[in-house]
């Protein structure tokens, strides 16, 4: 088919956004990258601004991975962000799918539960002494039962249950198939894309683990990576005459920004396919 000059200008504008956005996603993150490795006095004598560093220096990293308990707080993060995350696969798809049955009686006055909770929270106080009445203070578990599902999630799944034909929840009754065998044998192979979405978030979630650690935490064994990586920022640095034989604070920053964020860089490219696959079909009736 033969394209006119309108359809080129209009293709040319569509890159030419394209491009933009990429860079801005992609030039903030190079620069973390590159300042992290940078001498400081490089990074002065470049304005503060690095993008390819043409002097190099794992410092900042040395000090990071030198820490005495990073390697526990990554065990730790580890292991909320998996169990943590297939709690709340289990627990946001044993909500969602009978709320995918039109037949669920007062299915509209749980649903209206479920958004009530999105619009009005119990607070913090509350959320503290419940969290402490349950014996979850100073443990593991205080990092993922408080927050083992949540409604968007929820309404996600709902959604995109749904849209699976009825007749073949239909067929699989008259065979005999149970709610259980359904929901896990059916609905779950079929809507795999939508788990891998609603995982991501929980996963995302879970390995930025903070706020939750420093109220309910105080043994330091159970602390996670990213208020681990806080107190080491936190630490004085010792200043030197020469600024090259120092790590100061942004390059700490930067390099701590890496290893916080690398691996969720490296997973995501992985499940990208399956994420805008999920976030598409969720978003099509009929």
């Known amino acids: 088919m033969v394209r006119g000059w309108q359809d080129r200008l209009f293709n040319t504008g569509i890159y030419a956004i394209m491009a933009v956005v990429g860079l801005a996603a992609v030039v903030p993150m190079l620069y973390v990258a590159a300042v992290s490795v940078t001498p400081y006095a490089q990074v002065l004598k470049n304005g503060g601004y690095v993008l390819f560093p043409s002097e190099w220096t794992l410092a900042a990293y040395r000090k990071i991975f030198g820490t005495a308990n990073l390697l526990q707080s990554f065990k730790v993060t580890l292991f909320i962000t998996t169990v943590g995350t297939a709690i709340n696969l289990l627990l946001t798809a044993l909500t969602a799918y009978p709320l995918s049955r039109k037949a669920l009686p007062h299915r509209n006055v749980f649903l209206f539960l479920v958004v009530f909770t999105m619009l009005f929270g119990g607070g913090l106080i509350p959320t503290y002494l419940v969290v402490k009445a349950t014996g979850l ?135 990208q396919k399956h994420f805008t696959k999920g976030m598409l079909l969720g978003s099509i009736k009929g």
């Open 137 to 271: 203070l100073n443990t593991i578990w205080a990092l993922i039962v408080p927050t083992a599902i949540s409604s968007f999630n929820v309404l996600i799944l709902k959604s995109f249950f749904e849209q699976l034909p009825e007749e073949l929840f239909e067929s699989a009754r008259m065979d005999g198939a149970s709610e259980a065998l359904l929901l896990f044998r059916i609905v779950v192979p079929l809507s795999m894309p939508a788990f891998v979405t609603v995982g991501l978030f929980y996963g995302v979630g879970h390995w930025n683990q903070f706020f939750a650690a420093i109220m309910y935490l105080t043994d330091r064994s159970l602390l996670p990576l990213q208020v681990v990586v806080r107190d080491l920022l936190m630490q004085t640095i010792e200043q030197a005459e020469n600024p090259e034989n120092m790590v100061p604070t942004v390059t700490m920053q930067m390099a701590a920004v890496m290893v916080a964020s690398l691996p969720v860089i490296i997973v995501y490219p992985f499940l």
